[in-house]
């Protein structure tokens, strides 16, 4: 039996195959710099996105907990990241918690507003 093994400079990927953020990040032509500069974003979006929506106050120990968790996390999201759209959903997902707390947040002074009126 022969063994076929393929070594790194034999795979031709192309931007094509590559997600928008990838293509953008050169994973295809740096694959090495490209994938931590995607890992990089990867962190970051999840950050932004654990913040706006799911933060609530921890402990600082727990706090660690939850990011060491979302740092090997985002390993295999990076992966993923190359071929299918998960950058481009965590800024979706962003922009939507964006906007759903600056709603709260007005909601929030306009109801305040109102009962600071009806109690004078």
Known sequence: MHKVVASANDVDITKDDLSWMAGV???HENPITGFW???AVVVIMCVIVYNLGFARKLP???NVVVY???LLGAILLTIF???MVVVESLIA???VL???KIR???HKKQQQKQENASQL
Do not use: T
């Open 25 to 27: 990040l050169n994973v």
């Open 37 to 39: 500069l995607l890992y």
């Open 60 to 62: 600082i120990l727990k």
């Open 68 to 70: 060491a968790a979302m």
């Open 81 to 83: 990241a190359m071929g």
């Open 93 to 95: 997902a962003a922009i």
């Open 98 to 100: 964006g906007i759903y």
């Open 104 to 106: 709260l947040r007005r």
